[in-house]
């Protein structure tokens, strides 16, 4: 499995300003990702945080919205920019690991943040 | 692209009921599919998973889920749920080729006492 830690595990920030959350897995993963879940909706993919190369963002998101870093096998950042209340919304961190002895790829979630936009 | 529906989106039952939750998805390929619950106030777990051979798994706490192939299904159930299966419960699919997952809408059961 993958233990993985978020910070902040919530906030509440005032709109136009910008928030950046912090991903740490407790082991090396090739595969990031980071979701959102809005409120009473189900998770959708932002971006896939790829180490050493920019992010591969979905459909709907931007970069300059949601810029993400991936400086090694184990961290990632997920800034949410220019906040608007639309941003409201709990923002996941996931991973990709190897289970089993067929090598499937099991995915796990972090704890989530909790981002309130005034 | 793929996608994954669930019919049911709010399920109220009693404690000793069975459940049944229905999962749908769309997809040309081979798939991995998976059953996440997340219970109040918590994060995100892993119910149970298919990627392939016997399409009845067993996940945990009594869960199970049955892969029909032919109708693009990965129901979820239980034989008799407990105040405790109280939470969101989402279906989804992946790819086998890929890695993105694909999330259904959720399914919010309440199980009374």
């Known amino acids: 499995s993958a233990v993985i830690s978020q910070k902040p595990s919530r906030d509440i920030c005032q709109r136009g300003t910008s928030l950046t959350i912090q991903c740490q897995v407790d082991?090396?993963?090739?595969?990031m990702f980071w979701y959102r879940q809005q409120p009473g909706q189900s998770l959708t993919l932002i971006a896939t945080?790829?180490?050493?190369?920019?992010?591969?963002?979905e459909s709907g998101f931007v970069i300059d919205k949601f810029p993400i870093s991936r400086p090694n096998l184990t961290f990632s950042t997920l800034t949410v920019s220019n906040m608007s209340p639309e941003d409201s919304s709990i923002y996941l961190c996931?991973?990709?690991?190897?289970?089993?002895?067929?090598?499937?790829?099991?995915?796990?979630f972090g704890p989530g943040t909790r981002l309130t936009v005034l | 692209a793929q996608s994954v529906s669930q019919h049911n989106h709010h399920v109220i039952l009693s404690e000793a009921a069975s459940l049944e939750l229905g999962c749908n998805y769309s997809y040309g390929g081979t798939v991995n599919l998976f059953w996440y619950v997340q219970y109040p106030g918590q994060h995100l777990q892993l119910l149970l998973k298919y990627f392939s051979g016997d399409p009845l798994v067993k996940g945990i706490k009594g869960f199970e889920a049955e892969f029909i192939k032919s109708k693009f299904s990965f129901n979820l159930r239980k034989p008799s749920v407990q105040w405790s299966d109280t939470a969101e419960y989402f279906c989804a699919v992946r790819g086998n080729a890929g890695n993105m997952l694909t999330f259904g809408g959720g399914t919010r059961l309440m199980v009374k006492p």
């Open positions: 082991s090396q993963v090739t595969m």
């Open positions: 945080a790829n180490q050493g190369s920019e992010a591969t963002y």
């Open positions: 996931s991973v990709q690991k190897r289970a089993g002895g067929r090598g499937y790829n099991e995915q796990f």
